[in-house]
């Protein structure tokens, strides 16, 4: 279930977009302080963020920038009551989904939801591939982790051999432990996967 989680200091914007929300089939949290919504906030719960720019202590954009400090990003959705070029500009290159005026539109508010929404699961897939990737990665003995970024270089066993100081079929036993405990049939599925765990 995808929650909403709503940060205003405004009671009945709360009031009001929660009411939406909920009708739209979204799980609600709502927060009237910043400090309230980062001490009660779960990273692991898929959602978004809708913050408004202007509260008192923490101010939207501080708040954004708590959320990517501390493990992977949130979406975050803006609306203010008084929106300028410069701070609108400062959130989306600190990765806001969207920057929206009050009084928000209701389709505008619930078309920058489904965007967040798509961002946050291709988002979490690509962090549980990697983890998964990582976990086979570990599977590996160093002498099959030094013998992987050679043969992902594209260096030939001979080649490997020489530099590691040992025979060639000493290689070829490595590359096909990597390859079974990896669950990979091919070189390139081998690079593609090299490449994705930043190898």
């Known amino acids: 279930m995808f929650t909403v989680f709503l940060v205003d200091d405004d009671a009945r914007v709360i009031k009001a977009l929660s009411r939406l929300m909920s009708l739209k089939g979204y799980q609600v949290r709502a927060y009237t302080s910043p400090q309230e919504f980062l001490s009660n906030h779960d990273a692991a719960v898929p959602g978004c963020a809708v913050l408004d720019v202007s509260m008192p202590g923490l ?9 990517t400090a501390g493990g ?57 591939e990697l983890a998964s ?10 002498r099959e982790r030094e013998v992987l970024t050679h043969v992902v270089a594209g260096r030939l066993n ?12 000493t290689i070829k036993v ?16 081998l690079v593609r996967l090299a490449e994705k765990a930043g190898l």
């Not at 101010?59 to 959320?67: E, M, R, S, T, W």
């Not at 969207?98 to 690509?126: C, G, M, W, Y």
């Not at 051999?161 to 040992?166: E, I, P, Q, V």
């Not at 490595?174 to 599925?189: P, Q, S």
């Open 59 to 67: 101010n939207g954009l501080d708040l954004q920038q708590a959320l």
């Open 72 to 128: 992977p990003p949130r979406p975050v959705i803006f609306i203010t009551g008084k929106g300028d070029i410069p701070t609108s500009v400062r959130a989306m290159r600190a990765g806001a989904v969207d920057f929206l005026t009050k009084p928000v539109s209701n389709h505008d508010l619930l078309a920058a939801i489904a965007r967040a929404e798509e961002q946050d699961v291709k988002a979490r897939n690509r962090r549980a």
């Open 133 to 142: 990737i990582e976990a086979k990665i570990a599977t590996l003995t160093p």
């Open 158 to 169: 001979k080649q490997i051999a020489f530099d590691l100081g040992t025979v060639e079929k």
């Open 174 to 189: 490595h590359r096909g432990a990597i390859m079974k405990k990896l669950g990979l049939r091919t070189i390139a599925d």
